[in-house]
């Protein structure tokens, strides 16, 4: 047999444990050449923790890895450079101060001499860029770039280092619609070009568009790898879960009551004067779930940290008919709310402190945590064990610090800490995402949830499917204001494409009643 015929790439029995944990136990993958290989799983199935073993992050505590056919040992990330292994992971590795020629080549820059050769690099960058679709700024810093921008400055910090496998680690997370079509369009790309691709990902939509082939982890262990074309996406969440899923959100008919938020001319400006927010008003009452649809960027983010008093604003915010503003972060909380937010490492959790310990932050001062001024550390455990199991967030220990859990389970941390609050106003910023099929069916039934004890919800997201399925009512924002307010059961994904992209209601009404395609 020629090494051609040999898979690119060969995991035999990978296990990796830690303590009696197993994060992977007994898995088995195989990628072959022009290969894009899925992996799905649960969150804290352990798809990151078998990727961090092929790009040498992790060793494995047994098994085997192939590369043509030759067994290697892959021992840093060093040794998976020098073999063309390169992962771009979940949250970016980027120096914000760098500029994007300065990332891509850190640790690898070319010389002249006993200097860099800036030109060089430069130009090397560009034709990588050319020759993939990954149009860049070479010479634009990091933290003055888009989210979408970094992405494709990771990409080709591992083609530029000469990477012939790309691990992408749910790589569409964190961008936009169309930022997403552009990275799939890249994919086949790179795949058309001999690259072999593994994608992390639990957007099973996602795995349909792009995929040849998909490996399913389930709590550890490999359960099957199936033909993409020959499966349906019910039958994919159903191995992965192990049991049937609905995408369907049952609920009732809402039964709003009184006005629990009220937004009257909310504005909002950053530091160089520019309008982010222009003058929002909105209501959400008790017992129903409202919707905030629009393109990022469009002021929705800007809209509900201005609300959880993590923005300053002009205008005025009421929580239960009180006024907020000048009031302090806590203070709002205690006014009976509670905020999932859009940024859980920036807004949600402390990464370096104990699971526990981030479980209890919005009430580590209240009894029976605190008693004195001296913590209940026996509470703050029982507590956090509690809703660990409750909202089922994979981890080793409430001991372990948050930064060990994977995206999905910090993200369920939050929730969980969250609705304990029992707020009479909540906020949801993205809550699902990241998270696998189960997860989200859970956490939208979670969301009725309230809305069915008379509480009200905003809930903020870029999945349109996410806003039609759990929404009552619409609120779609462009360009920094609202330009409908509809009910969720009278519109569908194409109108609200439109609107978010800045065509009227009364356009979109026009073209539903000349029959036209809206």
Known sequence: MTSTEFPVIEMRNISKQFGQFFANKN??????????????????????????????????SS??????????HIDSPTKADQLGIGMVHQHFMLIQDFTVVENIILGTEPLKGMTIDRDQARQAILDLSKKYGLSVNPDAKVESISVGMQQRVEILKTLY????????????????????????????????????????????????????RCTVIRRGESIDTVEVEGVSSRELANMMVGRAVSFRTEKALAQPTEVALAVNDLTVTDERGITLVDHLNFQVRQGEVVGIAGIDGNGQSETILAIAGLLPYEGQV??????????TPRQITESGFALIPEDRHKHGLILDMKLEDNIVLQEYYRQPYSKHGFLNFKAIQEHAKKLIDKFDVRTTSEKASARSLSGGNQQKAIIAR???????????????????????????????????????????????????????????????????DIDAKETNEQELGLMMAGTSYQEVLALRTQGGEA
């Open 318 to 327: 009421f929580i239960n008919q009180k006024d907020m503003k000048g009031l």
């Open 63 to 72: 098994g085997q890895i192939f590369m043509n056919g030759q067994e290697v």
């Open 27 to 60: 898995i088995n993958l195989e990628l072959k050449k022009g290969e894009i290989h899925a992996l799905l799983g649960e969150n804290g199935a352990g798809k990151s923790t078998l990727m961090n073993i092929l790009s040498g992050l992790l060793e494995p």
């Open 161 to 212: 280092r000469g990477a012939e496998v790309l691990i992408f680690d749910e790589p569409t997370a964190v961008l936009t619609p169309q930022e997403i079509e552009e990275l799939m369009v890249t994919l086949r790309s790179l795949a058309k070009e001999g690259k072999s691709i593994i994608i992390i990902t639990h957007k099973l939509n996602e795995i349909k568009q792009v995929a040849d």
């Open 418 to 484: 969250e609705l304990d609050l029992a707020p009479n106003v909540l906020i949801a910023a993205n809550p699902t995402r990241g998270l696998d099929v189960g997860a989200i069916e859970f956490i939208h039934k979670a969301l009725i949830e309230q809305r069915d004890a008379n509480k009200a919800v905003l809930l903020m997201s870029f999945e349109l499917d996410e806003i039609l399925n759990v929404s009552d009512r619409i609120i779609v924002m462009y360009d920094g204001k609202i330009v409908a």
